[in-house]
């Protein structure tokens, strides 16, 4: 009898706990503290950042200087309408993989990439390059960058070897003076740029310019 009791007991105490619980309703979860979001460490502006003021004015410049001159010999060449590049653009997402690309590559031949050089460049009158690709712009003018390393003398482009080593460009194609020849018959040198014409020599190497770029005269509204 005190058996029975008991159970009677121990099951009418179970019963009211469940209604109690009944009647709170589920556990509320306790809050959570909102997720602070990672603050990315802010970039100073390069040293080389001008102005839109000093950009007009170089952009005048050279629309005075020599947009008119490129025009009038274009004009000479060739009776086919020519209208000068003002710009050269390569997509924000091909710049990234250039970098990452020619990081890659220096990496791996044990190398520090000093700086990119941006040659000037022009098109040639042609349907293809020598390569078989097609020149979208003929006569047109445009850039290519060339990475950069520093080495005893001086700081020179580079290309990768067929051993997956550095090797300086100006090894692989020679140099070609760019200047006026003086009076008395002695070549007055403004500056040297590779002669890249002799370009079977880098059969097996890998180039790490970048060309083809977009270019064209500037898009409406800008400068």
């Known amino acids: 009898m005190k058996n029975t009791k008991k159970v009677a007991t121990v099951l009418l105490g179970g019963f009211f706990l469940m209604l109690s619980a009944c009647k709170q309703g589920p556990k509320k979860e306790e809050p959570t503290e909102p997720k602070v979001a990672e603050t990315q460490e802010r970039v100073d502006p390069p040293e080389g950042i001008i102005s839109l003021e000093e950009s007009k004015s170089l952009y005048e410049n050279y629309t005075k200087n020599r947009l008119d001159i490129i025009q009038q010999y274009e004009a000479e060449r060739s009776p086919e309408k020519f209208e000068a590049a003002r710009f050269s653009s390569f997509s924000y997402a091909d710049i990234k993989q250039y970098m990452d690309y020619i990081e890659q590559e220096a990496k791996t031949a044990q190398v ?112």
Not at 131 to 146: C, L, W, Y
Not at 168 to 192: C, E, H, M, P, W
């Open 112 to 223: 520090d990439i000093s700086s990119l050089r941006f040659y000037f460049a022009n098109y040639p009158d042609k349907t293809n390059f020598p390569d078989g690709k097609k020149v979208v712009h003929p006569r047109q003018n445009s850039i290519f960058i060339v990475p950069t390393m520093k080495t005893d003398d001086g700081e020179y482009g580079f290309y990768i070897g067929e051993d997956g080593k550095a090797r300086l460009i100006k090894n692989a194609v020679g140099q070609t003076a760019v200047g006026s020849t003086a009076k008395d018959g002695n070549r007055s040198y403004a500056s040297f740029a590779p002669n890249f014409a002799s370009s079977t020599m880098l059969q097996g190497g890998k180039s790490l310019n970048l060309n083809h770029s977009n270019s064209g005269p500037p898009p409406d509204g800008d400068f």
